[in-house]
């Protein structure tokens, strides 16, 4: 039973592999069919038809099956192949022999010659496959009326053959092109896919930075204002600690919502960014809050008409106050931080400006802030709403400015 189903098995690979080396090899066995067939039919013509005395029947099969056979040179040598069958054809014109299927055999020469060249290469080989018919008219001594038919038909023939050939050639052409094209649009869609995966990246990593910056710069405050209360004051320690879990669990449920998102959990049809709220101006109160305690002085004012913006504006207001006071946090020690909305009838302005007293003061003198990545994702944040920033040292401390355009009648995203 193992046996018969192996060797099943062996004759159905045989098969597979017989049928794909002639699919492979289709043009050339469709030429060999072809010059078998011509030849054939021509020994069949000689055995019925009339031969010269001085000639056996089959001698004309001696140089027309050669010379029909040179179609599987076609493609290799086109040219080549049209003199050959032409001047093997009107040798046995002279001759007054049977050619039998040799007309035939030229047009499928002349269509491989038209089908790889121009028109110049057209025109010049249906000009001297035109050679034929001519050494008909001049052996066999036929009348105008037969001559012209001859003639006309041989000219028909090869208008038919030229204007196959030439549609073949421009279908191919166009297929080229539109493979080329096929090919570039593949590489522009893949190019296309690499920037957008590119862009998404650099969205969760500034979504990480904001998240992990200033969260552990809270941690870190509230940590240091629980360790100074803890002998003096254990009740606001306490409370301290409270806070700290809560911002810690919550900076914990942020990364875990990008991990996700990291990890291609993506509900169909879904923004990875949609997981988790978006970070709006109403949270800024809540964000100034979590900083108190600290050896800066938070103030927090609004000006304006306080209105609902776009949730694209509203979440880059976030998280340019977010950033500015996480950088307050870092290289501030003590002073006072003041955090300004002002809300404009065509825009929305936005001011973080620190003064550092005490012991940090150095001397009156400027005191510069690094301008890292979120200083870096601010700007690219701000530029795709077509706003401005700009953030620069001050006498002993540092501003950031931002300004955000949000028309009153504009429509909220």
Known sequence: MVDHAIGRAAVVERRTGVLAWATAHRAMLGD??????????????????????WMDWWWPLLVSVPATSLLLLRRRAPWLVLFALLAVAVGLTLLQLNIGGLNLVILVAVYSVCVRHSVVGEVGAATIAMVYPVSE????????????????????????VVGWARAVRIGRRRAAQLEQTMALL???????????????????????????????????????VARALIDRDPDHARQTLQELEQTSRGALGEMRNLLNVLRDRNPAGQDPMDWQPTPSLDGVDALVESVRGGNVVWTLDRRGQVRELGSGVEMTAYRIVQEAMTNVLKHAGAGRARVLLDYGA????????????GIDAVDGRPVSQQSGHGLIGLRERVALLGGTLTAHP????????????????????
Do not use: W
Not at 34 to 52: K, N, Q, W
Not at 153 to 159: D, E, K, P, S, T
Not at 394 to 413: K, W
């Open 32 to 53: 060999l069919a072809f010059v078998l067939v011509l030849s054939v039919l021509h020994g069949f013509d000689l055995t019925i038809g009339d031969h010269p005395p």
């Open 346 to 357: 065509d825009a929305l302005r936005i001011e973080v400006t620190n003064r550092i007293s």
């Open 137 to 160: 008219l001049v052996v066999y001594e036929l009348t105008p009326v037969e001559g012209l038919l001859r003639i006309s038909g041989a000219v028909v023939n090869l208008v038919m």
């Open 394 to 413: 001050v006498l002993n401390g540092f501003h950031l400015e931002a300004v955000l355009p949000c028309p009153e009648n504009s429509d909220l995203a």
């Open 186 to 224: 593949d590489e522009a869609r893949d190019q296309l896919a690499a920037d957008a995966a590119v862009v998404e990246r650099a969205r969760i990593a500034r979504e990480f930075h904001d998240i992990v910056s200033h969260n552990l710069s809270v941690v870190a405050l509230r940590a240091g």
